[in-house]
């Protein structure tokens, strides 16, 4: 099996940035099976919403959401171990808990849904407070 756990959350001001970071581990086997890392987040009162995927391809192919397209980044080390999510400009509607989920094909947009991905984190919170 696979687990994900996530860390770097944690209250900020607006403007300001975090990184987070998703750690990686279980068998060998189920690690090289995973092609898509993926970010969601879900504030309150909201829908879990994906804001960037990561695929380990050769391209290494990216997708954003576009409510974080140019403040957020997205990006995997070279063992597709730890998946980041770089987060600048920080805006009071980023405060959510942030998860990161692993699948074992590819994703070619952020429109994605919880059931399309078998492996969680258990989430880690982002406030930004104004």
């Known amino acids: 099996q696979v687990r994900l756990v996530e860390s770097g959350g944690g209250s900020v001001e607006v403007g300001g940035s975090l990184r987070l970071s998703c750690d990686v581990s279980?068998?060998?086997?189920?690690?090289?099976?995973?092609?898509?890392m993926a970010w969601f987040r879900q504030g309150p009162g909201k829908e879990l919403e994906a804001v960037a995927v990561i695929n380990s391809d050769s391209r290494r192919s990216i997708h954003y959401a576009d409510s974080v397209k140019g403040r957020f980044t997205i990006s995997q080390d070279s063992a597709n171990r730890t998946a980041y999510l770089e987060m600048s400009s920080l805006k009071p509607e980023d405060t959510a808990l942030y998860y990161c989920?692993?699948?074992?094909?590819?994703?070619?947009?952020?429109?994605?849904?919880?059931?399309?991905?078998?492996?969680w984190g258990q989430g880690t919170q982002v406030t930004v407070s104004s």
């Open positions: 279980g068998s060998l086997s189920y690690l090289e099976s995973l092609e898509c």
């Open positions: 989920a692993a699948r074992g094909w590819s994703c070619v947009s952020v429109v994605l849904l919880r059931t399309d991905f078998g492996y």
